[in-house]
Structure formats: structure tokens, C-alpha cells
């Protein structure tokens, strides 16, 4: 019973030895850190959620395959990249989130608007 319980922990707990590294920053065009981002990514082990961390940083261990990854934020239109992870290869990616357009103002005819 012991070794049961000892062989489900390691092989569900612990990384596996060809998992990948992926670690990455989120930010706008001006290349701000966009620290609200929400990470999705989407795999054959179905999916993680996680966030950046305060220097819009994360970083995740994958198992080989290929998996969509999906970057959204308030204020920020959702960016989703396809990726292909190779053992032991570990992967940079940085993703730049675009700004929602806001509403045109109308401006009333005849009068100055900035």
C-alpha cells in the first residue's frame, strides 16, 4: 500500500523529467507591464489558468505537445498563440496585448472639442 501511495504521488506531483519551461512577459505597445493579464493555456492535459506576477512575468512547466495560449486583461483585446513544445527545450514568449479602442466622442456641430 505504502509503494502505491509512494508511485501516485511522484508520477502525479512531481514534473515530469521532458517537461518544458515557458516563461514570458505580457505587455501593451508601449511596452508597459500589463500586470492584470490572465493566462490560459490549453493543451492536451486540458487546461491551466494562471497570472502574471507583479513584473507582468510568468512561467509554467509543459509537458511536450501543442497548446493554445490565451492572454487576456481589462481594457486589452485577447491575444491567443499556437505553440508546439519540444522535450526539453525550454521556450521565451512574450506577448504584446492591443488596447480596445474607445468610443469616438461626438462632438455637437459648431463646437471645439479636444
Known amino acids: 500500500m505504502v509503494l502505491v501511495t509512494f ?3 511522484f508520477f502525479c506531483c512531481c514534473p ?3 517537461a518544458t519551461t515557458v516563461k514570458g512577459v505580457v505587455v501593451d505597445w508601449q511596452y508597459a507591464l500589463i500586470i492584470t493579464t490572465r493566462i490560459t493555456v490549453t493543451g492536451p492535459d486540458g487546461t491551466k489558468d494562471i497570472s502574471v506576477d507583479e513584473n507582468g512575468s510568468y512561467e509554467l512547466a509543459l509537458p511536450p505537445g501543442a497548446y ?6 481589462p481594457g486589452f483585446r485577447k491575444r491567443s498563440i499556437k505553440l508546439r513544445i519540444e522535450s526539453e527545450v525550454n521556450k ?3 506577448i504584446m496585448l492591443d488596447v480596445v479602442p474607445q468610443k469616438p466622442i ?3 456641430k459648431g463646437a471645439l472639442c479636444l
Open 106 to 108: 461626438k462632438c455637437p
Open 7 to 9: 508511485f501516485l504521488l
Open 68 to 73: 493554445v495560449v490565451t492572454a487576456e486583461a
Open 16 to 18: 515530469h523529467d521532458n
Open 92 to 94: 521565451t514568449l512574450n
